[in-house]
């Protein structure tokens, strides 16, 4: 990507996000930019070379798969056909109680009676995740290497110089299931085991949120010393107007000496000459 290219990309970026910050809804599912994300974001952003793409400081979900049949197979997943969230926060202060909602309903089911196509519903924890666009491949690696020294360890690089920056300490667990005759999400735990699930989930947004800091230092020391490099490396207008005036006054010295050994070569030469003539 050319210098040009990136700095535009760069600008249109910050736009849209100076637009989400004053209360427009972004494309993501919950339409804003979480707040725990929006100081690294902005550390990260005042590097001349990187630029934030996307960012989530980690969330609770509750979802529903899609529809699994797919022409002769079925899809593992299916985040996709149908799939829904059923219920989502980034905020832990939040969890507390979510297993009451009406939408959720209770029974102990067997099973054996469950196939290969029902649709389960799936207890997620999900840490954060940034995505960030870089100028050069040697000012990924260098984010890279500073995400991976923090833990980040299932961080990565594309050929678009684009880091993504993950942790591994994920949850995902079926706790239910969509009744397709009554239309009705059942769990098929208690709200006893729900409890005990919600509560590690809660461990991982702590953790989470300690690595989240981590990393914010560990960048902000990285962005410091690129700025210091970039200082050194950068001469001020002053600077600049100094170094000029001092190579001009060695060039006017250079030219007056050069003056005088040419007069006192023509000089040379004429003795010589005089000499000449006298035989």
């Known amino acids: 990507m050319s ?6 990309k760069k600008a249109w970026i910050l736009q849209d996000i100076a637009h989400t910050l004053s209360g427009a809804k972004d494309a993501s599912p919950k339409g804003s930019i979480d707040e725990l994300c929006l100081p690294i974001m902005d550390t990260i952003n005042a590097h001349d070379d990187m630029v934030t793409t996307s960012s989530c400081s980690g969330r609770v979900s509750v979802f529903l798969e ?19 969230w059923l219920y989502v926060t980034h905020d832990k202060d939040t969890l507390n109680g979510w297993y009451r909602q009406p939408i959720f309903h209770y029974n102990h089911v067997d099973a054996s009676t469950l196939d290969e196509k029902v649709r389960y519903v799936l207890f997620k924890f999900e840490p954060l995740i940034l995505h960030v666009k870089c100028r050069d491949f040697d000012t990924a690696s260098a984010l890279y290497t500073t995400a991976m020294n923090c ?13 993504a920056i993950k942790i591994s300490m994920k949850l995902d667990i079926p706790i239910g299931y969509l009744d397709e005759a009554t239309d009705k999400v059942v769990l098929f735990v208690d709200e006893n085991y729900l409890e005990i ?8 947004f702590r953790e989470n949120e300690r690595k989240l800091l981590q990393l914010h230092d560990a960048i902000t020391a990285l962005v410091q010393s690129s700025s210091n490099k970039q200082s050194k ?7 600049r107007r100094e170094r000029k005036k001092r190579e001009g006054l060695e060039r006017q010295k250079q030219i007056q000496v050069e003056r005088v050994v040419e007069e006192m070569r023509e000089a040379i030469e004429e003795d010589i000459l005089e000499d000449l003539n006298q035989f």
């Open 151 to 163: 833990g980040f360890r299932e961080s990565g690089i594309n050929v678009h110089n684009i880091v």
């Open 197 to 204: 699930v919600t509560q590690g989930s809660l461990t991982r």
């Open 66 to 84: 899609g529809h699994k049949l797919k022409e002769d197979h079925v899809k593992v997943g299916a985040k996709g056909d149908g799939g829904r």
């Open 233 to 239: 490396d950068r001469e001020t207008f002053e600077e």
């Open 3 to 8: 210098q040009d290219s990136f700095d535009q």
